[in-house]
């Protein structure tokens, strides 16, 4: 009798030490539990409740709320304001939170909304959480920010789509901001000439703004700057660092198109960032900004080493003149890559003769690339300038390892072929020179690689 009540008494006990041992994940530190609560999905981050007694409210103290474009467009499927709402299940969610959130990221998506009134209350009660990372991704209409959302400024981390940028006039800046990503930002004409100090701001990012004139800032420790589409982009006022390394602005319109854009060229373009080691700009780009005189700018661009060129055409003769500029004026450039256009200009006559002329001259480019090693030129359709300009490349560079060559997919085989063997002829400065040539199916899109290299 002693010895069944003593084996029912083990079993009970092994009983109780499987079950403590099978819950290892409540018996985890707070902060590595926290720390995967932040890497779920926040449907299953709210589905951990039913876990145990100890994970039930769990998470409601979590840091990072994320409402991405996934589980935002699976909720406005059941409209605002339904059981499973877009507008109710956040509501619900941010009404049982408890504690800070250093994480905010939410997704509006496409969908009828009266009003952003509900949005306006969820950022009110974000900035009152000591937000450091915040997120508004729209897809709806334009979205004015509440100025709330100026009022949050432990925040290093902001990026903003389809929004009306509009601060408080007494708003002096983000201390502490570090990353600023702006896409489709409409810059309100009532600024007031407001300067926004970002003392601590490392990269800045804008696509596709509007009334950019009105953004003026003041970031001394800016490191990479990325412009792409921003109609009246003001370029002198966002260059007040002398740290930045990585610059990249493609206009990717015609001049005509930027009323406001200011007249520069690119030595007084160069002063403003004497340690830029990665430039990137397009050919509307050296239609605007081409030294308009001289060859050479007052003092060389030492820190540059990778040189990106996009949508230009080197027949014409603008276009061709700016990348000149460039390569005469970069002593120590490591890595060239083009991505080449035909446009109309080039199909004339009198433009692709102009070019070549230019090119076949011998003071076209007085100055030996001495540590140019990388070139890539795609998509090569194997026109005289095009040839011309591998040529002067290949004649004067003689640390040249690799060039990289890519056909526009609408040549035969045949004339790829002869194009080869006229580019194998041409005289090479560096006997170590490999050339390379691509099919055209590889080419990647250079926006996404920019962002990517960003």
């Known amino acids: 009798m002693v010895y069944v009540n003593l084996m029912t008494e083990n079993n009970k006990r092994r009983q109780v030490i499987s079950i403590v041992e099978g819950d290892r994940i409540s018996n985890l530190p707070e902060h590595l539990s926290d720390s995967i609560l932040e890497r779920l999905p926040i449907q299953d981050v709210i589905r951990t409740s039913?876990?145990?007694?100890?994970?039930?409210?769990?998470?409601?103290?979590?840091r990072a709320v994320v409402f991405d474009e996934q589980i935002s467009k699976k909720l406005a499927?059941?409209?605002?304001?339904?059981?499973?709402?877009?507008?109710?299940?956040?509501?619900?969610?941010?009404?049982?939170?408890?504690?800070?959130?250093?994480?905010?990221?939410l997704y509006i998506p496409n969908m009828f909304l009266d009003s952003f009134q509900e949005v306006d209350q969820w950022m009110l009660f974000v900035s009152t959480k000591g937000v450091e990372d915040l997120t508004v991704a729209n897809s709806n209409q334009l979205y004015q920010l509440p100025s709330c959302v100026f009022s949050c400024?432990?925040?290093?981390?902001?990026?903003?789509?389809?929004?009306?940028?509009?601060?408080p006039l007494l708003f002096e800046g983000f201390l502490y901001l570090e990353?600023?990503?702006?896409?489709?930002?409409?810059?309100?004409?009532?600024?007031?000439?407001?300067?926004?100090?970002?003392?601590?701001?490392?990269?800045?990012?804008?696509?596709?703004?509007?009334?950019?004139y009105h953004f003026k800032i003041k970031a001394t420790k800016l490191l990479t700057l990325f412009v792409t589409d921003c109609c009246d982009v003001m370029l002198l006022e966002l260059l007040h660092s002398q740290r930045l390394s990585c610059v990249c602005t493609l206009l990717q319109k015609p001049v005509k198109d930027f009323v406001r854009l200011k007249r520069m060229n690119l030595a007084l373009l160069f002063t403003k960032m004497p340690e830029v080691q990665f430039f990137s700009v397009d050919g509307h780009f050296l239609k605007v900004f081409i030294a308009e005189k001289g060859k050479w700018f007052p003092q060389a661009v030492n820190s540059l080493r990778r040189l990106w060129l996009i949508g230009l055409s080197l027949g014409d003769l603008d276009h061709l003149h700016g990348v000149l500029c460039?390569?005469?004026?970069?002593?120590?450039?490591?890595?060239?890559?083009?991505?080449?256009?035909?446009?109309?200009?080039?199909?004339?006559?009198?433009?692709?003769?102009?070019?070549?002329?230019?090119?076949?001259?011998p003071d076209c480019l007085d100055q030996t690339l001495n540590r140019l090693r990388t070139v890539e030129l795609s998509p090569l359709q194997g026109s005289k300038p095009e040839l011309l300009f591998l040529k002067l490349l290949l004649?004067?560079?003689?640390?040249?390892?690799?060039?990289?060559?890519?056909?526009?997919?609408?040549?035969?085989?045949?004339?790829?072929?002869?194009?080869?063997?006229?580019?194998?002829?041409?005289?090479?400065?560096?006997?170590?020179?490999?050339?390379?040539?691509?099919?055209?199916?590889?080419?990647?899109?250079?926006?996404?690689?920019?962002?990517?290299?960003?």
Not at 181 to 189: E, G, H, M, S
């Open 395 to 454: 004649a004067h560079s003689p640390s040249l390892e690799k060039f990289t060559i890519q056909s526009d997919g609408t040549l035969d085989a045949n004339k790829w072929f002869n194009i080869a063997k006229d580019v194998m002829r041409f005289p090479r400065a560096s006997s170590k020179a490999e050339l390379i040539y691509l099919d055209p199916k590889s080419c990647k899109n250079v926006l996404t690689t920019l962002q990517f290299c960003y």
């Open 50 to 62: 039913i876990l145990s007694k100890k994970w039930r409210y769990k998470w409601t103290t979590i």
């Open 153 to 167: 400024l432990k925040l290093r981390k902001l990026q903003l789509t389809i929004c009306i940028f509009k601060p």
């Open 326 to 361: 460039l390569l005469r004026n970069s002593p120590k450039l490591e890595e060239l890559r083009m991505k080449h256009i035909h446009t109309e200009s080039e199909l004339m006559r009198h433009g692709v003769e102009a070019a070549s002329n230019h090119l076949e001259s």
């Open 179 to 212: 990353r600023l990503a702006l896409k489709n930002i409409d810059f309100t004409t009532d600024l007031g000439g407001t300067v926004i100090n970002l003392p601590q701001l490392k990269g800045l990012t804008m696509h596709s703004c509007t009334n950019v």
């Open 77 to 105: 499927k059941n409209g605002a304001f339904g059981r499973h709402g877009f507008i109710r299940v956040i509501n619900q969610v941010l009404l049982l939170h408890k504690g800070s959130i250093h994480k905010f990221y």
